[in-house]
Protein backbone atom coordinates (compact mmCIF):
# COMPACT_ATOMS: atom_id res chain seq x y z
CA UNK A 1 0.00 0.00 0.00
CA UNK A 2 1.32 3.41 -0.95
CA UNK A 3 0.76 6.62 0.92
CA UNK A 4 -1.82 8.74 0.69
CA UNK A 5 -1.34 11.47 -1.66
CA UNK A 6 -2.96 13.89 -3.86
CA UNK A 7 -6.05 11.82 -4.89
CA UNK A 8 -6.61 10.91 -8.73
CA UNK A 9 -9.56 11.62 -10.79
CA UNK A 10 -11.46 8.63 -9.98
CA UNK A 11 -14.72 8.98 -11.96
CA UNK A 12 -14.04 10.75 -15.39
CA UNK A 13 -16.40 13.36 -16.82
CA UNK A 14 -17.12 10.39 -19.67
CA UNK A 15 -18.26 8.53 -16.80
CA UNK A 16 -15.44 6.22 -17.01
CA UNK A 17 -12.92 5.32 -14.81
CA UNK A 18 -9.52 6.02 -13.97
CA UNK A 19 -8.01 3.41 -15.73
CA UNK A 20 -10.83 3.94 -18.77
CA UNK A 21 -13.22 1.12 -17.57
CA UNK A 22 -16.95 1.27 -17.65
CA UNK A 23 -18.67 1.14 -13.70
CA UNK A 24 -19.43 -2.60 -14.54
CA UNK A 25 -16.21 -3.53 -16.43
CA UNK A 26 -13.87 -6.42 -15.08
CA UNK A 27 -10.38 -5.88 -15.58
CA UNK A 28 -8.70 -7.77 -17.89
CA UNK A 29 -7.99 -11.35 -16.42
CA UNK A 30 -5.83 -14.03 -17.41
CA UNK A 31 -6.23 -17.80 -16.03
CA UNK A 32 -3.87 -20.55 -16.35
CA UNK A 33 -3.62 -24.25 -14.79
CA UNK A 34 -1.43 -26.72 -13.85
CA UNK A 35 1.74 -24.36 -13.82
CA UNK A 36 3.64 -26.09 -11.39
CA UNK A 37 5.04 -29.56 -11.78
CA UNK A 38 5.13 -30.89 -8.35
CA UNK A 39 1.61 -29.70 -6.87
CA UNK A 40 -1.01 -31.60 -6.85
CA UNK A 41 -2.99 -29.07 -8.87
CA UNK A 42 -2.11 -25.28 -9.39
CA UNK A 43 -3.67 -22.14 -11.21
CA UNK A 44 -2.25 -18.94 -12.04
CA UNK A 45 -4.63 -16.17 -12.07
CA UNK A 46 -4.05 -12.35 -13.05
CA UNK A 47 -7.19 -9.85 -12.43
CA UNK A 48 -5.22 -6.76 -14.27
CA UNK A 49 -2.59 -6.22 -12.47
CA UNK A 50 -3.27 -8.67 -9.77
CA UNK A 51 -1.33 -11.60 -9.81
CA UNK A 52 -1.71 -14.81 -7.43
CA UNK A 53 -0.37 -17.77 -8.28
CA UNK A 54 -2.15 -21.11 -6.26
CA UNK A 55 -1.06 -24.50 -5.58
CA UNK A 56 -2.56 -27.68 -3.99
CA UNK A 57 -1.38 -30.76 -2.27
CA UNK A 58 -3.14 -33.44 -0.92
CA UNK A 59 -5.51 -35.29 0.51
CA UNK A 60 -2.26 -36.28 2.26
CA UNK A 61 -1.91 -37.15 6.04
CA UNK A 62 -1.89 -33.96 8.41
CA UNK A 63 0.90 -32.98 9.95
CA UNK A 64 0.68 -32.63 12.74
CA UNK A 65 -1.70 -35.20 13.20
CA UNK A 66 -3.83 -34.59 15.83
CA UNK A 67 -5.50 -32.05 13.24
CA UNK A 68 -6.89 -34.68 11.51
CA UNK A 69 -11.04 -35.12 11.71
CA UNK A 70 -12.30 -38.33 11.92
CA UNK A 71 -15.04 -37.64 9.48
CA UNK A 72 -13.50 -35.30 6.98
CA UNK A 73 -10.79 -33.76 5.52
CA UNK A 74 -9.07 -30.37 7.17
CA UNK A 75 -8.72 -27.91 4.38
CA UNK A 76 -5.96 -25.96 4.68
CA UNK A 77 -5.32 -22.63 3.24
CA UNK A 78 -2.32 -20.31 3.71
CA UNK A 79 -2.54 -16.85 1.84
CA UNK A 80 0.48 -15.41 1.79
CA UNK A 81 1.74 -12.57 0.01
CA UNK A 82 5.41 -12.40 -1.52
CA UNK A 83 7.89 -9.46 -0.09
CA UNK A 84 7.92 -8.15 -3.94
CA UNK A 85 4.37 -7.77 -4.45
CA UNK A 86 3.60 -4.68 -3.23
CA UNK A 87 5.48 -0.74 -3.46
CA UNK A 88 7.25 -1.01 -0.63
CA UNK A 89 8.75 -4.34 0.62
CA UNK A 90 6.21 -6.35 2.37
CA UNK A 91 8.11 -8.61 5.41
CA UNK A 92 7.67 -12.34 4.56
CA UNK A 93 6.22 -12.87 7.85
CA UNK A 94 2.35 -14.01 7.78
CA UNK A 95 1.08 -10.31 9.12
CA UNK A 96 -2.74 -10.03 10.80
CA UNK A 97 -4.40 -9.38 7.58
CA UNK A 98 -2.53 -11.98 5.93
CA UNK A 99 -3.73 -14.66 8.80
CA UNK A 100 -7.54 -13.26 8.33
CA UNK A 101 -7.25 -13.90 4.95
CA UNK A 102 -6.32 -17.41 4.79
CA UNK A 103 -9.44 -18.03 7.32
CA UNK A 104 -11.63 -16.07 4.99
CA UNK A 105 -10.20 -18.14 1.79
CA UNK A 106 -11.01 -21.54 3.56
CA UNK A 107 -14.32 -20.76 4.93
CA UNK A 108 -15.11 -19.34 1.39
CA UNK A 109 -13.57 -23.18 -0.29
CA UNK A 110 -14.82 -25.38 2.47
CA UNK A 111 -18.61 -25.40 0.80
CA UNK A 112 -17.91 -26.40 -2.31
CA UNK A 113 -15.26 -29.23 -1.55
CA UNK A 114 -15.75 -33.15 -0.68
CA UNK A 115 -14.22 -32.91 2.22
CA UNK A 116 -16.22 -36.23 3.43
CA UNK A 117 -14.49 -38.24 1.29
CA UNK A 118 -10.89 -38.06 2.66
CA UNK A 119 -11.22 -38.65 6.21
CA UNK A 120 -8.53 -38.24 8.88
CA UNK A 121 -6.46 -36.43 5.90
CA UNK A 122 -6.16 -32.87 4.80
CA UNK A 123 -5.88 -31.28 2.14
CA UNK A 124 -3.70 -28.11 1.31
CA UNK A 125 -4.00 -25.26 -0.58
CA UNK A 126 -0.92 -22.47 -0.76
CA UNK A 127 -2.08 -18.96 -2.16
CA UNK A 128 1.23 -16.63 -2.72
CA UNK A 129 0.36 -12.77 -4.23
CA UNK A 130 2.96 -12.52 -6.84
CA UNK A 131 1.69 -8.82 -7.45
CA UNK A 132 -1.00 -7.00 -4.93
CA UNK A 133 -3.21 -4.06 -7.27
CA UNK A 134 -6.35 -4.67 -5.10
CA UNK A 135 -8.58 -7.40 -5.43
CA UNK A 136 -6.19 -10.28 -3.85
CA UNK A 137 -8.46 -12.11 -1.64
CA UNK A 138 -10.71 -12.49 -4.70
CA UNK A 139 -8.43 -13.32 -6.67
CA UNK A 140 -6.89 -15.94 -4.72
CA UNK A 141 -10.28 -17.74 -4.18
CA UNK A 142 -10.32 -17.67 -7.67
CA UNK A 143 -7.21 -19.30 -8.33
CA UNK A 144 -7.53 -21.56 -5.41
CA UNK A 145 -11.17 -22.80 -6.92
CA UNK A 146 -8.96 -23.59 -10.17
CA UNK A 147 -6.51 -25.42 -8.36
CA UNK A 148 -8.83 -27.42 -6.54
CA UNK A 149 -9.99 -28.75 -9.57
CA UNK A 150 -6.85 -29.35 -11.00
CA UNK A 151 -6.15 -31.19 -8.16
CA UNK A 152 -8.89 -33.72 -8.67
CA UNK A 153 -10.16 -33.04 -5.66
CA UNK A 154 -14.42 -33.40 -6.08
CA UNK A 155 -15.66 -30.32 -5.62
CA UNK A 156 -19.87 -29.14 -5.80
CA UNK A 157 -19.53 -26.38 -7.79
CA UNK A 158 -16.62 -23.97 -8.36
CA UNK A 159 -16.17 -20.98 -6.72
CA UNK A 160 -15.19 -17.14 -8.25
CA UNK A 161 -15.04 -13.83 -6.62
CA UNK A 162 -14.79 -10.30 -7.59
CA UNK A 163 -15.26 -6.88 -5.33
CA UNK A 164 -17.55 -4.12 -5.69
CA UNK A 165 -16.75 -0.61 -4.14
CA UNK A 166 -18.10 2.53 -4.49
CA UNK A 167 -15.88 5.58 -5.57
CA UNK A 168 -17.33 8.96 -5.82
CA UNK A 169 -20.66 8.32 -5.42
CA UNK A 170 -20.52 5.73 -8.06
CA UNK A 171 -20.82 1.97 -7.48
CA UNK A 172 -17.69 -0.01 -9.30
CA UNK A 173 -17.14 -3.52 -10.07
CA UNK A 174 -13.45 -5.09 -9.71
CA UNK A 175 -11.85 -2.19 -8.00
CA UNK A 176 -8.19 -1.97 -8.12
CA UNK A 177 -5.83 -0.72 -5.44
CA UNK A 178 -6.22 3.18 -6.48
CA UNK A 179 -10.30 2.76 -6.64
CA UNK A 180 -9.62 0.54 -3.15
CA UNK A 181 -7.27 3.38 -1.50
CA UNK A 182 -9.37 6.99 -2.25
CA UNK A 183 -13.30 4.96 -2.45
CA UNK A 184 -15.41 4.98 -0.05
CA UNK A 185 -16.91 1.39 -0.04
CA UNK A 186 -15.01 -2.10 -0.78
CA UNK A 187 -17.11 -5.37 -0.78
CA UNK A 188 -15.53 -7.99 -1.67
CA UNK A 189 -17.96 -11.30 -2.56
CA UNK A 190 -17.68 -15.14 -4.07
CA UNK A 191 -20.22 -17.03 -4.93
CA UNK A 192 -20.70 -20.76 -5.90
CA UNK A 193 -22.53 -19.67 -9.41
CA UNK A 194 -24.16 -23.18 -10.19
CA UNK A 195 -25.46 -23.58 -7.14
CA UNK A 196 -26.48 -20.33 -6.41
CA UNK A 197 -24.60 -19.22 -3.30
CA UNK A 198 -22.91 -16.93 -2.03
CA UNK A 199 -19.38 -18.40 -0.29
CA UNK A 200 -18.06 -15.16 0.77
CA UNK A 201 -19.22 -11.25 1.65
CA UNK A 202 -17.52 -8.80 3.34
CA UNK A 203 -18.21 -4.93 3.81
CA UNK A 204 -16.01 -2.36 4.27
CA UNK A 205 -17.26 1.37 4.19
CA UNK A 206 -21.05 2.35 4.26
CA UNK A 207 -23.31 1.60 1.41
CA UNK A 208 -27.24 2.24 1.48
CA UNK A 209 -29.32 -0.72 1.65
CA UNK A 210 -30.30 0.35 -2.24
CA UNK A 211 -26.51 0.59 -3.29
CA UNK A 212 -25.89 -2.52 -1.25
CA UNK A 213 -28.55 -4.80 -3.56
CA UNK A 214 -27.44 -2.90 -6.44
CA UNK A 215 -23.76 -4.08 -6.02
CA UNK A 216 -24.77 -7.41 -4.36
CA UNK A 217 -26.31 -7.35 -8.34
CA UNK A 218 -23.29 -6.40 -10.47
CA UNK A 219 -20.66 -8.71 -7.81
CA UNK A 220 -22.72 -11.40 -8.93
CA UNK A 221 -22.87 -10.50 -12.64
CA UNK A 222 -18.91 -10.49 -12.56
CA UNK A 223 -18.73 -13.73 -10.79
CA UNK A 224 -20.78 -15.32 -13.43
CA UNK A 225 -18.24 -14.00 -16.03
CA UNK A 226 -15.49 -14.99 -13.97
CA UNK A 227 -17.16 -18.28 -13.68
CA UNK A 228 -17.29 -18.47 -17.03
CA UNK A 229 -13.94 -18.18 -17.57
CA UNK A 230 -12.92 -20.29 -15.49
CA UNK A 231 -15.16 -23.21 -17.07
CA UNK A 232 -13.32 -22.37 -20.46
CA UNK A 233 -9.59 -22.87 -18.90
CA UNK A 234 -10.69 -25.91 -17.23
CA UNK A 235 -11.79 -27.16 -20.67
CA UNK A 236 -9.10 -25.74 -22.75
CA UNK A 237 -6.74 -27.44 -20.29
CA UNK A 238 -8.08 -31.17 -20.70
CA UNK A 239 -10.21 -31.49 -23.04
CA UNK A 240 -8.70 -30.52 -26.59
CA UNK A 241 -5.40 -32.44 -25.74
CA UNK A 242 -7.77 -35.59 -24.80
CA UNK A 243 -10.73 -35.15 -26.53
CA UNK A 244 -12.00 -38.56 -26.26
CA UNK A 245 -11.07 -41.38 -23.53
CA UNK B 1 -33.62 -40.81 -27.58
CA UNK B 2 -32.90 -37.39 -27.82
CA UNK B 3 -32.49 -36.43 -23.97
CA UNK B 4 -30.25 -39.38 -23.26
CA UNK B 5 -27.79 -37.61 -25.95
CA UNK B 6 -28.17 -34.63 -23.88
CA UNK B 7 -27.07 -36.36 -20.68
CA UNK B 8 -24.06 -38.59 -21.80
CA UNK B 9 -20.51 -37.89 -23.47
CA UNK B 10 -21.18 -34.27 -22.24
CA UNK B 11 -17.78 -32.44 -21.37
CA UNK B 12 -18.49 -31.06 -17.54
CA UNK B 13 -16.70 -29.04 -14.45
CA UNK B 14 -17.18 -29.04 -11.17
CA UNK B 15 -20.62 -27.62 -10.06
CA UNK B 16 -22.53 -28.53 -13.89
CA UNK B 17 -25.68 -29.62 -13.99
CA UNK B 18 -26.06 -33.61 -15.62
CA UNK B 19 -29.99 -34.24 -15.14
CA UNK B 20 -32.64 -34.84 -12.56
CA UNK B 21 -32.59 -37.88 -10.09
CA UNK B 22 -35.62 -38.93 -11.32
CA UNK B 23 -33.43 -39.63 -15.44
CA UNK B 24 -30.57 -40.90 -13.57
CA UNK B 25 -29.01 -41.41 -10.42
CA UNK B 26 -25.78 -39.84 -8.86
CA UNK B 27 -23.08 -42.77 -9.53
CA UNK B 28 -19.47 -41.95 -8.98
CA UNK B 29 -17.67 -38.26 -9.69
CA UNK B 30 -21.27 -36.53 -9.03
CA UNK B 31 -23.53 -35.86 -6.77
CA UNK B 32 -27.02 -35.01 -5.74
CA UNK B 33 -27.90 -31.57 -4.89
CA UNK B 34 -30.48 -30.34 -2.23
CA UNK B 35 -32.89 -29.60 -5.47
CA UNK B 36 -32.56 -32.87 -6.71
CA UNK B 37 -30.20 -32.01 -10.02
CA UNK B 38 -26.91 -34.84 -10.31
CA UNK B 39 -24.06 -32.49 -10.61
CA UNK B 40 -20.51 -33.09 -11.59
CA UNK B 41 -17.90 -33.43 -9.05
CA UNK B 42 -14.91 -33.47 -11.55
CA UNK B 43 -13.40 -32.26 -14.67
CA UNK B 44 -14.35 -35.00 -17.35
CA UNK B 45 -16.35 -36.57 -19.30
CA UNK B 46 -20.57 -38.21 -17.99
CA UNK B 47 -21.03 -41.70 -18.95
CA UNK B 48 -24.29 -43.64 -17.93
CA UNK B 49 -24.81 -47.15 -16.86
CA UNK B 50 -28.54 -47.64 -18.46
CA UNK B 51 -29.01 -50.58 -15.82
CA UNK B 52 -28.53 -49.00 -12.68
CA UNK B 53 -29.92 -45.76 -14.08
CA UNK B 54 -26.96 -44.33 -12.76
CA UNK B 55 -24.76 -41.17 -14.35
CA UNK B 56 -21.30 -40.83 -13.49
CA UNK B 57 -18.31 -38.82 -14.26
CA UNK B 58 -15.14 -39.96 -15.93
CA UNK B 59 -12.48 -37.71 -15.14
CA UNK B 60 -10.03 -36.09 -16.91
CA UNK B 61 -7.50 -35.26 -14.20
CA UNK B 62 -5.90 -37.50 -11.76
CA UNK B 63 -8.70 -38.18 -8.92
CA UNK B 64 -6.90 -38.86 -5.47
CA UNK B 65 -7.04 -42.15 -4.09
CA UNK B 66 -6.69 -44.01 -1.16
CA UNK B 67 -5.99 -47.60 -0.29
CA UNK B 68 -9.24 -49.49 -0.97
CA UNK B 69 -10.49 -52.75 1.20
CA UNK B 70 -8.85 -56.01 0.36
CA UNK B 71 -5.94 -54.05 -1.77
CA UNK B 72 -2.83 -55.18 -2.18
CA UNK B 73 0.01 -52.26 -0.93
CA UNK B 74 3.39 -52.40 -0.84
CA UNK B 75 4.72 -50.02 1.58
CA UNK B 76 8.14 -49.31 3.93
CA UNK B 77 8.32 -50.60 8.19
CA UNK B 78 9.12 -47.27 9.75
CA UNK B 79 8.79 -48.39 13.64
CA UNK B 80 8.17 -51.91 14.93
CA UNK B 81 7.16 -52.81 18.53
CA UNK B 82 6.32 -55.79 20.16
CA UNK B 83 2.95 -55.69 19.41
CA UNK B 84 2.75 -53.61 16.03
CA UNK B 85 4.50 -52.31 13.80
CA UNK B 86 4.13 -48.79 11.45
CA UNK B 87 4.05 -48.84 7.73
CA UNK B 88 4.13 -45.92 5.25
CA UNK B 89 1.94 -47.22 2.64
CA UNK B 90 3.29 -45.25 -0.69
CA UNK B 91 1.85 -47.69 -3.67
CA UNK B 92 -0.71 -50.31 -4.61
CA UNK B 93 0.38 -53.76 -5.64
CA UNK B 94 -0.02 -52.93 -8.92
CA UNK B 95 2.27 -50.36 -8.72
CA UNK B 96 -0.18 -47.30 -8.55
CA UNK B 97 1.84 -44.48 -6.78
CA UNK B 98 -0.44 -43.27 -3.62
CA UNK B 99 -0.50 -38.83 -3.85
CA UNK B 100 0.77 -39.11 -0.82
CA UNK B 101 1.87 -41.52 1.54
CA UNK B 102 -0.76 -43.30 4.30
CA UNK B 103 0.12 -44.92 7.32
CA UNK B 104 -0.88 -48.43 8.25
CA UNK B 105 -0.78 -50.51 10.86
CA UNK B 106 0.02 -54.32 11.43
CA UNK B 107 -0.87 -56.22 14.34
CA UNK B 108 0.67 -58.98 15.84
CA UNK B 109 -1.92 -60.72 14.74
CA UNK B 110 -1.67 -60.22 11.37
CA UNK B 111 1.61 -60.80 11.21
CA UNK B 112 1.62 -64.33 9.80
CA UNK B 113 -0.57 -67.35 9.92
CA UNK B 114 1.82 -69.24 12.54
CA UNK B 115 2.15 -67.94 16.28
CA UNK B 116 4.50 -65.16 16.59
CA UNK B 117 6.35 -64.09 19.84
CA UNK B 118 7.26 -61.21 19.19
CA UNK B 119 6.66 -58.58 16.18
CA UNK B 120 10.53 -58.30 15.99
CA UNK B 121 10.07 -61.66 14.35
CA UNK B 122 8.34 -60.69 11.56
CA UNK B 123 9.08 -57.50 10.25
CA UNK B 124 11.85 -54.80 11.14
CA UNK B 125 12.30 -51.36 10.54
CA UNK B 126 13.33 -50.76 6.72
CA UNK B 127 11.40 -53.59 5.20
CA UNK B 128 9.26 -53.06 2.46
CA UNK B 129 6.20 -55.29 2.74
CA UNK B 130 3.56 -56.51 0.62
CA UNK B 131 0.64 -56.36 2.61
CA UNK B 132 -3.43 -56.53 2.00
CA UNK B 133 -5.36 -53.53 3.40
CA UNK B 134 -8.31 -54.37 5.84
CA UNK B 135 -9.70 -51.08 6.38
CA UNK B 136 -10.19 -48.22 4.34
CA UNK B 137 -9.40 -45.87 7.39
CA UNK B 138 -6.14 -43.72 8.20
CA UNK B 139 -4.33 -45.58 10.23
CA UNK B 140 -4.86 -48.50 7.72
CA UNK B 141 -4.99 -51.79 9.12
CA UNK B 142 -2.65 -54.20 7.06
CA UNK B 143 -2.12 -58.15 7.07
CA UNK B 144 0.58 -60.42 5.72
CA UNK B 145 -0.80 -63.19 6.71
CA UNK B 146 -1.36 -64.51 3.49
CA UNK B 147 1.80 -66.35 1.93
CA UNK B 148 1.73 -63.67 -0.94
CA UNK B 149 2.13 -61.01 1.78
CA UNK B 150 4.82 -59.98 4.28
CA UNK B 151 8.75 -58.80 3.59
CA UNK B 152 9.11 -58.52 -0.11
CA UNK B 153 12.90 -56.56 0.65
CA UNK B 154 14.57 -56.73 4.19
CA UNK B 155 18.31 -55.86 5.07
CA UNK B 156 20.47 -57.08 7.54
CA UNK B 157 20.18 -55.67 11.11
CA UNK B 158 23.76 -55.66 11.86
CA UNK B 159 25.63 -54.59 8.65
CA UNK B 160 22.48 -52.74 6.63
CA UNK B 161 23.07 -55.33 3.82
CA UNK B 162 20.35 -56.39 1.30
CA UNK B 163 19.55 -60.06 2.63
CA UNK B 164 18.92 -62.77 0.13
CA UNK B 165 16.74 -65.84 0.55
CA UNK B 166 18.06 -69.00 0.44
CA UNK B 167 16.87 -71.97 1.50
CA UNK B 168 14.06 -71.01 3.49
CA UNK B 169 16.09 -68.34 5.68
CA UNK B 170 17.25 -64.85 4.95
CA UNK B 171 20.98 -64.45 5.25
CA UNK B 172 23.00 -61.74 4.78
CA UNK B 173 25.58 -62.08 2.37
CA UNK B 174 27.95 -59.96 3.82
CA UNK B 175 28.19 -60.50 7.35
CA UNK B 176 26.74 -64.00 7.03
CA UNK B 177 23.99 -63.02 9.48
CA UNK B 178 20.65 -65.54 9.23
CA UNK B 179 17.50 -63.65 10.19
CA UNK B 180 13.91 -64.48 11.39
CA UNK B 181 11.27 -62.33 8.78
CA UNK B 182 7.47 -63.40 8.05
CA UNK B 183 9.06 -63.42 4.35
CA UNK B 184 6.48 -62.84 1.25
CA UNK B 185 6.37 -65.64 -1.20
CA UNK B 186 7.11 -63.00 -3.66
CA UNK B 187 10.69 -62.03 -1.53
CA UNK B 188 12.54 -60.18 -4.00
CA UNK B 189 9.68 -58.92 -6.43
CA UNK B 190 8.45 -55.51 -6.39
CA UNK B 191 6.06 -55.45 -8.51
CA UNK B 192 5.37 -52.07 -11.46
CA UNK B 193 7.64 -50.15 -8.66
CA UNK B 194 10.59 -50.61 -10.32
Redesign the interface.
Given at each position: MGKAGEKPVLIREDGRRHDGRLPNELRPIRMEVGVLNNANGSALVEFGKTRVIAAVYGPREPQPKWIAMPYRAVLRVRYHMAPFSTSTRKSPAPSRREIELSKVIREALEPVVMTEMFPRTSIDVFVEVLNAHGGTRTTSLTAAALALADAGIPMRDLVAGVAVGKVDGVLVLDIDEVEDMYGEADMPVAAAPSLGQITLLQLNGVLTKEEFEEGLKMALDGIRKIYEMQKRVLREKYMKIKPEV | MGRLDEIVDK?V?????ICVIEEFMAGP?T?E?ERGWV?S???G?TVADILARTVAV???????E?PRKGEYVYGVVVHVKDEYAVVRILSSATGRRF?????GIIHISQASDKFVRSLFDAVREGDIVKARALTT??PVNLSIREPRTGVVVAFCSRCGALLRYRGGKLVCPECGNVEKRSVSAEYGVLKGLI
Open positions: - | KTPGDEGYDRAYIVKPYVRVPLRDYYTRI
